[in-house]
T-cell receptor, first 112, second 115 residues
Framework: GENVEQHPSTLSVQEGDSAVIKCTYSDSASNYFPWYKQELGKRPQLIIDIRSNVGEKKDQRIAVTLNKTAKHFSLHITETQPEDSAVYFCAAIPFGNEKLTFGTGTRLTIIP | DTGVSQNPRHKITKRGQNVTFRCDPISEHNRLYWYRQTLGQGPEFLTYFQNEAQLEKSRLLSDRFSAERPKGSFSTLEIQRTEQGDSAMYLC?????????????FGPGTRLTVL
């Protein structure tokens, strides 16, 4: 089955700086890669996703890149703000499968 | 609130007791998923339904766990003879079926503590 690794497990950045979270996956059949943000005590919420036919996707201050050859994808947050503090999870899912496999999460702390 | 809802939000039980959780998906969603999340980890897939049919179960779902979705709307997850290792957040998610892959919307979860 799919295995997703995520780094780093914790990340602290100064407000206004950029944050990058990296994930690798094992199943070459995986073709959909969502990123979820989970604030303390709240539900995971999708913030951006990318499909395997696209190399990069951007939505305002967040972007995701995908390297299918290397089987890794990354989340980039620019101009970080205090409300970006949360745990971020990457996930992968193979085509025709319904099972999301999540990474272990990155706790992002924005320092004012 | 038209999102996914789960009840109860918190459950404390003694080891050996049975517990049941309920999930109400977004009304037009025909797929429903259960995940388990332990502290410091990402959610782990347990099972999913398309309408009332349970189509996949994880090896994590031992025979003490059973899930149902009798009318293709709400779902229940029952854990029999609870063990301390069952303590976790149980998350429900739902999605539509329309072609490619569709976003899974998560509920707030039920936090289970087994004493």
């Amino acid at each position: 089955g799919e295995n997703v690794e995520q780094h780093p497990s914790t990340l602290s950045v100064q407000e206004g700086d950029s944050a990058v979270i990296k994930c690798t996956y094992s199943d070459s059949a995986s073709n959909y890669f969502p990123w979820y943000k989970q604030e303390l005590g709240k539900r995971p919420q999708l913030i951006i996703d990318i499909r395997s036919n696209v190399g990069e996707k951007k939505d305002q201050r967040i972007a995701v890149t995908l390297n299918k050859t290397a089987k890794h994808f990354s989340l980039h947050i620019t101009e970080t703000q205090p409300e970006d503090s949360a745990v971020y999870f990457c996930a992968a899912i193979p085509f025709g499968n319904e099972k999301l496999t999540f990474g272990t999460g990155t706790r992002l702390t924005i320092i004012p | 609130d038209t999102g996914v809802s789960q009840n109860p939000r918190h459950k404390i039980t003694k080891r050996g007791q049975n517990v049941t959780f309920r999930c109400d998906p977004i009304s037009e969603h025909n797929r429903l998923y259960w995940y388990r999340q332990t502290l410091g980890q990402g959610p782990e897939f347990l099972t999913y339904f398309q309408n009332e049919a349970q189509l996949e179960k994880s090896r994590l779902l031992s025979d003490r766990f059973s899930a149902e979705r009798p009318k293709g709307s709400f779902s229940t997850l029952e854990i029999q003879r609870t063990e301390q290792g069952d303590s976790a957040m149980y998350l429900c998610a739902s999605s539509r079926t329309s072609g490619y892959y569709n976003e899974q919307f998560f509920g707030p979860g039920t936090r289970l503590t087994v004493l």
